[in-house]
């Protein structure tokens, strides 16, 4: 549903085939970061979104001996103009994006609708369908196989799976009529009984718990004195304030190839991981970010399909990355050896006595880097800048007279920002940069680093900062012209010369069009 959103934002029609009936009844995932709601930013839904989380904090880790450690946050809050990482229930999200794509004129909403198979030509996809009023076909430029672990379309193209499947159970709990009121994520690192209690909306409550293996049984349905005994620390249960309760083993699997022609896998059906870092949906909405833009890029002419064997390039990595960071926190926050945990809280708390320590841990240091190596960026080894998302600081847009998120003027395509830019001879230095970028159809944006406020021509929009948070983006940048990709992520950095901007400008069109290599250095 993001990728479809995504996509329709961007002029496509979409048809979406899901074999069940309604959306989830089941609050699967449980947290938002800030990076995913920037991607309902762009899709403009935002607003609704934020209706259905709670603004979080981040995750506190406490040791064997039930005291914390450390509570590890964003490294920069608000950077991307959202809260940093939001409990939610799945089934809310499901429901404001079925509302979005239900009024939407671009997308045909399918339930009860099962894919059986389907077959590429030169032209296109045909796509073998089934409803309860029997077969038929759908046409189709390509197939996005958003369809979760046990995927249809993975299955259907041959596609293995890298990786292991883990024997530990834990089983998850989701209760209503609760008493936490965290606006943080809880990993208890005891021994005796590892397990996560995530606090939500309007009473519900997210638990999970390590089961040993004799108490993990044959039922469908965990026994309520189970459930019960397991909560007794916390809290009293009824049967009916037990939402959702299941026994899982979890993942950690990497799809070999997310791309085969015009088919193309996001999500689970692309990327299994262990739920310790809350990185599953957000993993999913990512790859819907990066996909999409491409996927509208090729449809509209204004791309080749070459262009779409960056997303597994650019996506795959990150991906991976993420699996073993969350099986190593795993093994470690959730270890059940007490020598391993006395060992784990020593070394922890000792460095959370040195500022770097505290920096690597409050500021969650240990998680995989985003930045782009490879894919479709120019010369990462150019600027520091290139390959990372730029972030969404809060500016005054001088034509509006308005202060407002920096993505309200970037918009959702391309976008060119001179940073610095000088005098009024940047209004010659611009008229350039719209000649040599037009292909790309962006917004272009200017932003003073000095206490003045220049002329430009009228086709560039100029963003004041208004609490420094801009300048601290783009000081590395100073001179330079900034081009972001629709997805936020810098693609290049060119000086203010001429033949440097017409340079890139060169680069970034045959990268695009697909007569260039793809590499970390184009």
């Given at each position: 549903?993001?990728?479809?959103i995504l996509l329709?934002s961007?002029?496509v ?7 069940n ?10 947290s938002?970061d800030?990076?995913s709601l920037?991607?309902y930013?762009?899709?403009g ?9 709670v603004?979080g ?19 920069i ?5 959202f809260?940093?990482k939001?409990?939610?229930a799945?089934?809310?999200l499901?429901r404001?994006?079925?509302a979005a794509?239900?009024?939407?004129p671009l997308?045909?909403l399918r339930f ?10 030169p ?7 089934t409803d309860?009023?029997?077969?038929f076909?759908?046409?189709?430029d390509?197939v996005?196989g958003?369809?979760g672990?046990r995927?249809?379309?993975?299955t259907?193209?041959?596609?293995s ?7 530990d159970?834990?089983?998850v709990?989701?209760?209503t009529?609760?008493?936490h009121?965290e ?9 005796r ?5 995530v606090p939500?909306l ?6 999970e718990?390590y089961?040993?293996?004799?108490e993990?049984?044959r039922w469908?349905?965990?026994p ?11 809290r009293a249960?009824?049967e009916d304030e ?12 990497i799809a070999d190839?997310?791309r085969?022609g ?9 990327h299994m991981?262990?739920?310790f ?7 999913g909405i990512r ?6 833009w491409?996927?509208a890029?090729?449809?509209?002419g204004d791309?080749s399909p070459?262009?779409l064997?960056t997303?597994q ?6 991906a991976a ?11 470690v926050v959730?270890?059940?050896?007490a020598?391993?945990a006395?060992f784990r ?8 006595a040195?500022e770097?320590?505290r920096?690597?841990?409050e500021?969650?240091?240990y998680r995989p880097s ?9 010369d990462?080894?150019?600027h ?7 972030g969404q600081?809060?500016?005054f847009?001088?034509?509006a007279?308005r ?6 003027l ?8 001179g ?5 009024d ?5 611009w008229?350039?940069v719209i000649?040599?970028f037009g292909?790309?159809n962006p917004a272009?944006?200017d ?7 220049h002329?430009?021509p ?5 963003a004041i ?5 801009l300048?601290?983006?783009v000081?590395?940048?100073r001179?330079c012209f900034i081009?972001?990709r629709?997805d936020r992520?810098i693609?290049?950095?060119?000086a203010?010369?001429?033949?440097v901007v ?7 069109r ?9 590499s970390?250095a184009v």
């Amino acid at each position: 549903m993001t990728a479809t959103i995504l996509l329709a934002s961007h002029g496509v029609q979409v048809t979406v085939v899901e074999k069940n009936a309604r959306t989830a009844d089941d609050p699967k995932a449980i947290s938002l970061d800030d990076e995913s709601l920037r991607v309902y930013q762009r899709a403009g839904i935002a607003d609704e979104v934020l209706r259905v989380i709670v603004p979080g904090t981040g995750t506190t880790y406490y040791g064997a001996d039930g005291t914390e450690i450390f509570h590890g946050g964003a490294t920069i809050p608000f950077r991307f103009g959202f809260p940093f990482k939001n409990p939610f229930a799945q089934p809310d999200l499901e429901r404001v994006l079925r509302a979005a794509l239900e009024d939407h004129p671009l997308v045909d909403l399918r339930f009860s609708t099962e894919l059986v198979a389907f077959e590429e030509s030169p032209d296109g996809i045909t796509a073998s369908v089934t409803d309860p009023d029997g077969p038929f076909t759908v046409d189709a430029d390509f197939v996005l196989g958003a369809d979760g672990g046990r995927s249809r379309v993975r299955t259907h193209l041959g596609i293995s799976m890298t990786g292991r499947s883990h024997d530990d159970v834990w089983l998850v709990i989701d209760t209503t009529g609760d008493d936490h009121h965290e606006r943080y994520g809880m990993h208890h690192g005891d021994p005796r009984r590892p397990h996560v209690i995530v606090p939500g909306l309007t009473g519900r409550c997210r638990y999970e718990f390590y089961l040993y293996p004799d108490e993990v049984g044959r039922w469908a349905t965990p026994p309520f004195d189970l459930m019960e005994r397991l909560l007794a620390p916390y809290r009293a249960i009824r049967e009916d304030e037990v939402e959702r309760a299941v026994a899982y083993r979890f993942h950690g699997l990497i799809a070999d190839d997310w791309r085969r022609g015009r088919a193309l896998l996001l999500g689970d059906a692309a990327h299994m991981m262990p739920p310790f870092a809350g990185q599953g949906l957000n993993s999913g909405i990512r790859d819907a970010a990066n996909l999409t833009w491409k996927i509208a890029s090729v449809l509209r002419g204004d791309a080749s399909p070459d262009l779409l064997d960056t997303y597994q390039l650019e996506r795959r990595p990150h991906a991976a990355a993420v699996v073993r960071s969350s099986e190593r926190l795993g093994r470690v926050v959730m270890t059940t050896n007490a020598r391993l945990a006395e060992f784990r809280d020593r070394v922890v708390r000792g460095a959370m006595a040195t500022e770097d320590g505290r920096a690597y841990f409050e500021a969650m240091k240990y998680r995989p880097s985003t930045r782009l190596q490879e894919g479709a960026v120019v010369d990462p080894e150019s600027h520091p800048l290139v390959g990372w998302a730029l972030g969404q600081p809060r500016v005054f847009d001088f034509a509006a007279h308005r202060v407002v998120p920096l993505d309200e003027l970037t918009g959702t395509g391309w976008a060119v920002i001179g940073v610095g830019i000088g005098d009024d001879s940047g209004h010659g230095t611009w008229r350039s940069v719209i000649s040599a970028f037009g292909h790309l159809n962006p917004a272009y944006v200017d932003v003073p680093v000095d206490d003045l406020v220049h002329e430009r021509p009228s086709e560039v929009r100029v963003a004041i900062d208004v609490d420094t948070r801009l300048y601290a983006e783009v000081d590395s940048v100073r001179g330079c012209f900034i081009v972001q990709r629709p997805d936020r992520v810098i693609a290049g950095v060119a000086a203010a010369d001429p033949d440097v901007v017409t340079r890139l400008s060169i680069q970034l069109r045959d990268m695009v069009a697909g007569h260039q290599s793809v590499s970390a250095a184009v």
